[in-house]
């Protein structure tokens, strides 16, 4: 099933774009966000992990968003397991969106085998 979220995203916080259903797998092939400010404002974007949360891979680090610009991941993907989580936080007062697309299809479950 693809799917695409928009986001009007809140500025200086931490804001969860995507939680990956339990039972889910999630291909995330575009992260698109626009800095809609009059003036430059850093972004960051990282993938973090159900399974530890401390764990954060970073798609995008403090990037610097000229006035009026976006930055686009969308020449490769990702694929997320069920409860990860990808979070964008933008610099604090700045005005700014996202759009992510992805493919969500069920986890196959394995059989329990017995000794």
Do not use: C
């Not at 990956?20 to 972004?43: C, R």
């Not at 990702?78 to 992805?102: C, H, N, R, Y």
């Amino acid at each position: 099933m693809k799917h695409t979220v928009g986001l009007q995203l809140t500025a200086g916080s931490a804001n969860t774009v995507l939680t990956v259903p339990y039972g889910y797998k999630a291909e995330v092939y575009l992260l698109f966000i626009s800095n809609l400010d009059a003036n430059n404002k850093t972004t960051t974007a990282y993938w973090e992990h159900a399974h530890n949360t401390d764990h954060k891979i970073y798609i995008i680090d403090t990037y610097p968003m000229a006035s009026h610009s976006f930055i686009q991941f969308a020449s490769g993907s990702i694929i997320m397991q069920s409860g990860d989580k990808l979070i964008v936080t933008p610099e604090a007062g700045a005005t700014q969106s996202v759009m992510l697309s992805f493919d969500l299809y069920k986890e196959n479950t394995v059989p329990f085998m017995a000794d």
